[in-house]
């Protein structure tokens, strides 16, 4: 049972940044909402209110993102994570061959044993360093100030940071961030589009609209003749006919049919370049999957 456990843990590795889209209802987790879940689930204590104050942000936004992105879910996994694969006695249950694996595209995993350099074991409280010094900004990432942070020697830091890789593990997390900050990037901009195109198409279809009023009226005054007769009577109350000329002339038809035309080919064209915008570019596939 505990190693069917273990294995299930190192599948689902929740504490990890989550794929595109992989929030409730579909939502990204952003680079900032990750850096705020990692302060969190690596405190003794936990405590939104304190995440809040720490980063400067509203208490009601940690609320939500700890919603929309299951810390409690997550923080439980890590948890789990660090009572089973951090302890010596449980490293034998891990089967290396998958740490492996992961290792190459997620070097800020943890390591597997034996895969430190010259065959050292990086410790839960070694990985749980590394996680703090990868929770730095990355143009203010420093051992001194991690070591007085953590309440140990800068001497002890560089041996761990040499010993087990921070560095490059550190320049893979922040490519990844990079690639997440990307995909957040290309979504806005699709959303964008989208509003954008919507709007578009009813401009279309009122533009559509108000072309065929326009030779609908045409056709109606083509339909009468250019002179009104009306019967009246004179003084005497005989009927006379009288010859009135129309509201409307040829001219006042032609530039209406004009008019009626050019909006119906701006609204047709436009259509036009909307449709074949759409489908020349094809969305891309998604390279963050797991």
């Known amino acids: 049972m505990a190693t069917m456990a273990m294995k299930h843990e190192q599948t689902q590795r929740l504490w990890l940044p989550l794929s ?3 929030g409730k209802n579909g939502a990204t987790e952003s ?48 948890d789990f994570h660090r009572s089973n694969f ?32 010259e065959g050292t074991t990086e410790t839960a409280l070694n990985h749980g360093t590394f996680m703090r010094y990868l929770a730095m900004r990355p143009g203010q990432r420093s051992l001194r100030e991690l070591a007085r942070l953590e309440g140990k020697s800068e001497t002890l830091m560089e041996r761990w940071s040499s010993r087990f890789g921070w560095a490059q593990r550190a320049a893979a997390w922040n490519q990844q ?37 326009a030779l609908d009226r045409v056709e109606q005054m083509l339909a009468f003749p ?40 701006q609204s047709l064209q436009s259509a036009s370049e909307q449709y074949s915008s759409h489908f020349s570019h094809p969305a891309p596939e998604d390279d963050f999957e797991d």
């Open 86 to 117: 951090g302890k010596p006695e449980n490293w034998n249950r891990v089967n290396p061959g998958s740490s492996e694996e992961e290792q190459p595209e997620r070097p800020w995993l943890p390591q597997a044993p034996g895969q430190g350099k």
């Open 226 to 265: 250019l002179i009104e007769t009306a019967i009246e009577t004179d003084d005497s109350g005989r009927p006379i006919t009288i010859l009135r000329p129309a509201k409307w002339s040829f001219t006042t038809a032609w530039e209406l049919a004009q008019l009626g035309d050019r909006i119906l080919r």
């Open 177 to 213: 961030q990079a690639r997440v900050f990307a995909a957040e990037h290309e979504q806005r901009q699709r959303e964008r589009a989208v509003v954008e195109a919507r709007k578009l198409k009813d401009v279309n279809e009122r533009r559509y609209q108000l072309a065929e009023k």
């Open 31 to 78: 680079a900032i909402a990750y850096a705020a879940f990692e302060k969190y689930y690596l405190m003794d204590k936990r405590s939104l209110r304190r995440v809040a104050q720490e980063l400067g942000q509203s208490v009601k936004l940690l609320e939500r993102w700890s919603s929309e992105f299951r810390w409690i879910e997550r923080a439980a996994a890590w």
């Open 20 to 22: 595109p889209n992989g």
